[in-house]
């Protein structure tokens, strides 16, 4: 279909209005990335102390004199047995200290850590914390494979509004929970509604944009992203109670669910209409996008035989839209293993990087040093995707950041007992970096290299895996002490198989977005490093006449129709007609002469 070259250029290509709905796409990441971000901070936990029901206030100490968190001084009973000084037990309930004597030091996690405090989830009941994080991420993985495919099916725009209108109820119950069950319940579905909104949001912002602009549209979206995750602990201060940062959250939902019901702040891109082929929608969206830009063009434009590049259809009726689904991924070849390969490591960048942030927190601030330097790594990495991954491609750019994240990784594991303590700090922080720029440019590989008629599903797959490496941190939480090994082993034996996968990925820098399914399976693997003596590859066996142009499909099925009309019209008047157009060699005529 060629919708960059031919149509998007006609229409005004990223101009006036295709860069007003680029901005205001963007500021919806901020509440989407504060949701992200809480499931973090909402569970830190706070300084606490055991709370018996009758005994006295020295029974609260133990032998060093300070407060003991999770256990309780015993006393003999009355004429029992004597006991050993200062024994203690299990203990059963806990009060969370006052802010007056909490230390400066632990005073971050106070303010943000009163979900703990309030269900008694420490000490021996700590599990359910981990485990209430990995449910809201199975919430966003839910979510990403269920509005992926309803991406495809009902649109970009119906795909956005619908979760995004569910989550300000679900936020709102979600502040209102009165139980932990009801709360890990509640999480989970408001955060399958942010995966829904997201995935829509990447999806569409990612059509409207023609290919030299798509890469910094994308990433200035991440970096709005990345502001709500460093605006986040500055709310948890100013809002001191976990209730009132849900509500934060949600209230920051309502402005672009009131905001975006208008259709010229988030349109439906023309390139999935056509995909899907229904014209008379694509029409109307391509004529608002040229309005918009400030074109006018001819009624010919509009046609659907030059909107679709295709020879009339001499019924006269319009196409039937045409939809694709999850599984016809899984039937072909070269898309099946693109996607494979960028799911892979979209999973690996992320699952890894448990291994680099936990080797930061015996340094303080304990609690918001790894956040805030996963963040910053995160900034720095788009940073360097921006000025990069044009210039020299998206695969060397992939390439090289997952062997910088592979070799930290192999490095702390087998060096870490002969290392110091600073080149530890080095390569956990060169690994962070790393980690973020292959997630990154992993999803956004992939957004480029998936057809538009199964953008949504094949890039919710993708982002789905991504999810669940994430969940490796609250799973690996539960029990401190065990798997830690192991999944590093696992994970930096993984990013080292994935570098000699990446170079079977295609490049699309420059490149239109496939539309069909046929031009996905068409896209095959350039060499990685470009030849010094041309472009021998792309040559034609033939080369083509002086003078001669390009092979244009809209010219061409021009002309079929031209030539189907004359002889639709002489064929009732003169039968001989189509005998004197196409004349039959005579039988004295060899084929050599012919030709």
């Given at each position: 279909m060629d919708f960059d070259g031919r149509l998007l250029a006609a229409a005004g290509g990223f101009g006036r209005r295709a860069r007003l709905v680029a901005a205001a796409s963007g500021l919806p990441a901020v509440p989407l990335a504060l949701g992200l971000a809480a499931g973090l901070?909402?569970?830190a936990t706070p300084p606490h102390r055991c709370r018996p029901a009758l005994a006295p206030a020295p029974a609260l100490r133990n032998a060093s004199g300070a407060w003991s968190p999770c256990l309780l001084h015993r006393d003999p009973p009355p004429g029992g047995a004597p006991q050993r000084h200062n024994a203690t037990g299990p203990c059963a309930r806990h009060a969370a200290l006052p802010a007056s004597q909490v230390?400066?030091?632990?005073?971050?996690a106070y303010l943000a850590g009163l979900l703990r405090g309030q269900w008694d989830l420490v000490c021996s009941?700590?599990?359910?914390?981990?485990?209430?994080?990995?449910?809201?991420l199975l919430g966003w993985a839910l979510g990403y494979l269920g509005?992926?495919?309803?991406?495809?099916r009902f649109g970009r725009r119906a795909a956005f509004i619908s979760p995004l209108m569910l989550s300000i109820p679900l936020g709102i119950a979600v502040a209102l929970a009165v139980n932990y069950v009801m709360l890990a319940l509640l999480r989970l579905f408001f955060g399958a509604m942010l995966a829904g909104t997201s995935l829509s949001l990447y999806v569409a912002r990612l059509e409207w944009s023609d290919p030299p602009h798509r890469l910094i549209v994308t990433m200035g979206a991440s970096f709005c992203g990345v502001f709500g995750e460093l605006l986040w602990p500055g709310l948890a201060v100013a809002c001191k109670e976990w209730r009132l940062l849900q509500g934060a959250i949600t209230l920051g939902l309502v402005l672009p669910a009131l905001c975006y019901w208008c259709p010229s702040l988030f349109p439906e891109p023309a390139r999935w209409f056509l995909a899907t082929r229904q014209v008379e929608k694509g029409r109307r969206a391509l004529r608002s996008l040229a309005e918009g830009n400030g074109q006018s063009l001819e009624e010919d434009f509009y046609t659907a035989e030059h909107l679709l590049a295709e020879p009339p259809n001499l019924s006269e009726e319009p196409p039937e839209p045409r939809f694709h689904h999850v599984w016809e991924i899984f039937c072909t070849r070269v898309?099946?293993?693109n996607s494979l390969i960028?799911?892979?490591?979209?999973?690996?960048g992320s699952g890894i990087r448990h291994c680099f942030t936990r080797n930061l927190s015996p340094y303080p601030p304990h609690f918001y040093l790894p956040y805030f330097l996963v963040a910053g790594g995160e900034a720095v990495a788009l940073l360097f995707l921006c000025l990069t991954v044009d210039r020299f491609g998206r695969r060397p750019v992939l390439l090289l950041s997952t062997i910088l994240m592979g070799l930290s990784a192999m490095l702390l594991l087998a060096l870490t007992q002969y290392l110091t303590a600073w080149l530890i700090v080095a390569l956990s922080i060169l690994g962070i970096f790393a980690s973020q720029a292959v997630t990154?440019?992993?999803?956004?590989?992939?957004?480029?290299?998936l057809p538009t008629v199964v953008r949504g599903a094949g890039l919710g797959l993708i982002l789905a895996g991504s999810t669940v490496g994430l969940a490796a941190t609250p799973i690996l939480a539960i029990h401190p002490s065990r798997g830690f090994f192991l999944h590093h082993l696992v994970f930096a034996s993984f990013a080292i198989l994935s570098v000699l996968s990446i170079m079977l990925l295609p490049e699309t820098s420059g490149r239109p977005l496939p539309d069909s399914m046929s031009e996905g399976e068409n896209q095959r693997r350039p060499p990685l490093f470009r030849s010094t003596r041309g472009h021998r590859d792309h040559q034609p066996l033939l080369s083509p006449q002086p003078g001669g142009g390009a092979y244009d499909p809209a010219r061409y099925a021009r002309l079929v129709a031209a030539t189907k009309k004359m002889l639709g019209a002489h064929s009732s008047s003169d039968p001989q007609l189509r005998m004197e157009l196409l004349?039959?060699?005579s039988p004295h005529e060899s084929p050599a002469e012919g030709m």
């Open positions: 901070l909402l569970t230390r400066p030091a632990g005073r971050q009941r700590h599990w359910q914390v981990p485990l209430e994080q990995a449910t809201y509005f992926g495919s309803a991406c495809d898309i099946w293993r960028l799911g892979f490591t979209a999973f690996i990154a440019l992993s999803i956004f590989f992939a957004s480029e290299v004349p039959e060699p």
